[in-house]
Nanobody
């Protein structure tokens, strides 16, 4: 059973930065697609960024501001968030996806407010 544990959320002012981390238990981390999703109050969960072994994908709303990366030796995926906006406020979830595998973390809250 895989466990995903997110950390790094918090309160930040507009224009500020945060780095989220997601640590995964278990083996085989490097072969799976890792993603960050978010869900704002009253809205559906949406993809923020995703990283496979050779490529990254970003939502248009975060391109140029957020960067996803992974450290396979540490079984960890990161989301560097810069130039944060109030509309980035949401619970951010880590996802691990593969053939017949789809795991989610419990989420970490990011609040962007003055």
């Amino acid at each position: 059973q895989v466990q995903l544990v997110e950390s790094g959320g918090g309160l930040v002012q507009p224009g500020g930065s945060l780095r989220l981390s997601c640590a995964a238990s278990g083996s085989g981390f490097s072969i799976y697609v890792m993603g960050w999703y978010r869900q704002a109050p009253g809205k559906q969960r949406e993809l923020v960024a995703r990283i496979s072994s050779g490529s990254t994908t970003y939502a248009d709303s975060v391109k140029g501001r957020f960067t996803i990366s992974r450290d396979n030796a540490k079984n960890t995926v990161y989301l560097q968030m810069n130039s944060l906006k109030p509309e980035d406020t949401a619970v951010y979830y880590c996802n691990m996806w593969g053939t017949a595998l789809d795991y989610w973390g419990k989420g970490t809250l990011v609040t962007v407010s003055a």
